[in-house]
């Protein structure tokens, strides 16, 4: 079962594929976004990985939380589930 990453603290100018980047280091990353401004089409400083399984999604919060990427350290946490609007 594939489970889903928080990732905060983002530089505005990371992208998608940046994160595929880093987090296959800890394992396969079935998917990786960073979550866009409708109004001006920018960066909100935050995204989701989604890992392939628990345990590589473990790995990666122990390893890549507090990591350097793009000159900021990125906050690594599990994602909760949405809420209802």
Do not use: C, H, W
């Amino acid at each position: 079962m594939a489970a889903k990453l928080f990732i905060g603290n983002l530089d505005y100018t990371v992208t998608g594929d940046d994160l595929k980047t880093l987090f296959a280091q800890a394992g396969t990353v079935v998917d990786a976004v960073v979550i866009m401004d409708k109004m001006t089409g920018r960066s909100r400083g935050f995204g989701f990985v989604e890992m392939s399984s628990d345990e590589e999604a473990k790995k990666a919060i122990e390893t890549l939380n507090g990591a350097d990427l793009k000159a900021r350290k990125i906050n690594v946490n599990e994602a909760k589930p949405q809420e209802a609007r």
